[in-house]
């Protein structure tokens, strides 16, 4: 069973731009959460995503958005980058919902260098 | 400030010794999850603990909870180079819809 596939794995971008990162849940994995890992935060959660419905979200700002489709496979979008977004992005998915006992399996992440 | 906190921040020890790690935290949970990262990698599962259950076990590590003290500890008995890693404990609140919630985590250096 073929495990949850980030990519891009690594990317450079500049200020301002946008950036979409892609992530494949595990098959039959319905929930889709993103993570964001700096050396300073932390994991730290961003969103996520169950049947195609934002169930939870974190204290980020209205520039990190996220969408889940119809076979489970979701993006996140970063609009107008910042220095500080520059971190490791981190999908994980599970057969149910975050919490509540389910465990979830994460990808390799994207690392995203902004300059 | 994050929900679980660990300790010690940073673990050195030999092969063949026991690493032990802390994880506190503030508010009830569902259960605690603890798991391992290689530098610069995904995170990896390693332990699932309700929060009616006190003790778990599997292969060489061994998780405790008291909900009394709301802290878990993570016990690696035998350490190989290979556990080398940093280990994130990670809470189900009730209170917060539910989301896992990561700690800052512990780097932990097993030098052969």
């Known amino acids: 069973k073929a495990g949850v596939t980030q990519t891009p794995r690594y990317l450079i971008k500049t200020r301002g731009q946008q950036v979409t990162l892609s992530c494949s849940p595990i098959s039959g994995h319905r929930s889709v959460s993103w993570y964001q890992q700096t050396p300073g935060q932390g994991l730290q959660f961003l969103f996520e995503y169950f049947s195609e419905t934002q169930r939870n979200k974190g204290n980020f700002p209205g520039r990190f958005s996220g969408r889940q489709f119809s076979n489970s496979r979701s993006e996140m979008n970063v609009s107008t980058l910042e220095l500080g977004d520059s971190a490791l992005y981190l999908c994980?998915?599970?057969?149910?919902?975050?919490?509540?006992?389910?465990?979830?399996?994460f990808g390799e992440g994207s690392w995203l260098t902004v300059v | 400030s994050q929900q679980g906190e660990e300790d010690p921040q940073a673990l050195s020890i030999q092969e063949g010794e026991n690493a032990t790690m802390n994880c506190s935290y503030k508010?009830?949970?569902?259960?605690l999850q603890w798991y391992r990262q290689n530098s610069g990698r995904g995170l990896v599962h390693l332990i699932l603990i309700r929060s009616n259950e006190r003790e778990k076990h599997s292969g060489r590590l061994r998780v405790t909870l008291d909900t009394s003290k709301k802290s878990s500890s993570l016990l690696i008995t035998a350490s190989r180079a290979a556990d080398t890693a940093s280990y994130f404990c990670a809470t189900d609140v009730k209170a917060a819809g539910n989301k896992l919630t990561f700690g800052g985590g512990t780097r932990v250096l097993v030098k052969p």
């Open positions: 994980a998915s599970s057969l149910g919902v975050q919490g509540l006992g389910n465990t979830i399996y």
């Open positions: 508010t009830s949970i569902n259960n």
